[in-house]
């Protein structure tokens, strides 16, 4: 038998959205599905990888036996749910759509319609990928940038401010790609490279960013 090319590694992987509560009733979320992040946490295992998922609220299921997955809410839960394993894995991959915000004060009854105007107040959520950045030692750290302008400069300033190896970049203003869709369409940069790829299923998107790091990584 061929010996499979991630035999041997372990990948963690984020995915999903993140919940942060406001009430017990209510969260502050987006539309991330997961779809991105178990595919590729799928292809992984495939290629033999021992595969951390860590997930963010969503309706998918894991069905490969490679595949540890964990089931997170909020952003700080998966920030020490990655933490629990950084030490010990090679590849990280951030695919999770992560609140950049959360509620100051989580009310702990359900909030009570009164007043016309309503506000809450939001306090910066850790950025779990800048962490991970600062604290790289031997690991090939891979981001995703979401854009909807500025793309390609946006993405860049990424890579570089979180301390990637890679970033893979899609863009609302591409239709198919982002979440919701089952397809995706995807730039990847390097600190020297650029790589454009046609729409695809996330299926065929996992597999094109695999065989990016897999290249990566021989080099
Ligand atoms: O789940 P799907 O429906 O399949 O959709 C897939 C996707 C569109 C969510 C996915 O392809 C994607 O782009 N994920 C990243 C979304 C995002 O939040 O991008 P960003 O540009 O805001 O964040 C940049 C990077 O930092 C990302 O790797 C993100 O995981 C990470 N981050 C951001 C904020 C934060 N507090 N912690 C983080 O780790």
Redesign the pocket.
């Known amino acids: 038998d061929k010996k499979k090319s991630l035999e041997g590694k372990t990948v963690l992987i ?5 919940y942060e509560a406001i009430d017990p009733v209510r969260f502050i979320g ?10 590729l946490a799928e292809e992984a295992a495939k290629r033999g990888a021992k595969v951390i998922l860590i997930s963010g609220p ?1 309706s998918l299921k894991s069905t490969h036996q490679n595949i540890d997955l964990h089931r997170v809410t909020s ?1 700080k839960e ?2 020490n749910k990655v933490f629990e394993y950084y030490d010990t894995i090679d590849i990280g ?8 915000y959360a509620p100051k004060v989580v009310a702990s009854e359900k909030i009570k319609k009164n007043e016309d105007t309503f506000s809450i107040e939001l306090i ?9 950045g600062e604290k790289k030692s031997h690991q090939f750290l ?6 909807t302008q500025n793309e390609e400069e ?2 860049k300033g ?1 890579l570089a401010k ?1 301390n990637l190896d890679m ?4 863009s ?1 203003r591409d239709e198919g ?6 397809t ?1 369409k ?1 730039k990847i940069f390097t600190k020297t490279e650029k790589l454009e790829f046609d729409l695809k299923s ?1 299926e065929n998107v996992a597999k094109d960013i695999l065989d990016c790091i897999e290249t990566q990584l021989l080099k």
């Open positions: 984020t995915a999903g959205p993140t987006n539309h991330s599905s997961g779809k991105m992040g178990f595919s969503s952003a998966m920030l991959i951030a695919s999770a759509a992560v609140a950049d910066k959520n850790p950025d779990i990928l800048k962490t991970m891979v981001g995703f940038a979401l854009e946006n993405a990424k979180k970033i893979v970049l899609n609302l790609a982002g979440f919701k869709n089952d995706n995807i996330k």
